[in-house]
């Protein structure tokens, strides 16, 4: 993600960034600690999400 920045450069470029934490999981820790993790529920809106934005592009 550090490097997102160059890429969005030499083309279109879409960023964004979704929470994955749930307090009542235990999984609030911060990326880059020993305790990450994350609620494996948010995948499936994460990578519906994801699916989403790159069909709406190829449509565009």
Not at 36 to 46: K, V
Request: with cysteine; charged share 20%; glycine share 8%.
């Amino acid at each position: 993600a550090e490097d997102f920045a160059y890429y969005s450069q030499v083309t279109d470029a879409c960023f964004y960034r979704l929470g994955t934490g749930n307090a009542a999981k235990g999984t609030t820790y911060s990326v880059h600690t020993p305790n990450f993790d994350i609620d494996e529920d948010a995948l499936r809106t994460s990578t519906g999400l994801m699916a989403y934005i790159a069909l709406k592009q190829l449509g565009n």
